[in-house]
């Protein structure tokens, strides 16, 4: 059974950086996409960012583009999420999520979730 554990969250000041990280482990990942989600305090939850294991292609939602890096590194079985110029509407609880087959952003198009880490950006 597959199992992700997310790390790295805490409290950032706005404009930081902050990394993220899952470690993936119980299968091999080479036809799979992992997804970073996010949930703030009372709304739902949104993709952020996904990534392919083997090829790399990545894709990222519009209100993180250009700030947000998805990346993996495949003999360590993680996938990180760089986080950069971190503003207070980032505060949520960041997942990492898996699926088989293409990029999707759609949390119901996920199969196997971490439980989580929380960011908290102060302005």
């Known amino acids: 059974q597959v199992q992700l554990q997310e790390s790295g969250g805490g409290l950032v000041q706005a404009g930081g950086s902050r990394r993220l990280s899952c470690a993936a482990s119980?299968?091999?990942?080479?036809?799979?996409?992992m997804g970073w989600f996010r949930q703030a305090p009372g709304k739902e939850r949104e993709f952020v960012a996904a990534?392919?294991?083997?090829?790399?292609?990545?894709m990222y939602s519009d209100c993180v583009k250009g700030r947000f890096t998805i990346s993996r590194d495949n003999a360590k079985n993680t996938v990180y999420l760089q986080m950069n110029s971190l503003k207070p509407e980032d505060t949520a609880v960041y997942y990492c999520?898996?699926?088989?087959?293409?990029?999707?952003?759609?949390?119901?198009?996920?199969?196997?979730w971490g439980q989580g880490t929380k960011v908290t950006v102060s302005s």
């Open positions: 999520a898996e699926r088989r087959g293409t990029l999707l952003r759609s949390e119901d198009d996920y199969d196997g």
């Open positions: 990534i392919r294991w083997t090829s790399g292609i990545t």
């Open positions: 119980g299968r091999t990942f080479d036809s799979y996409v």
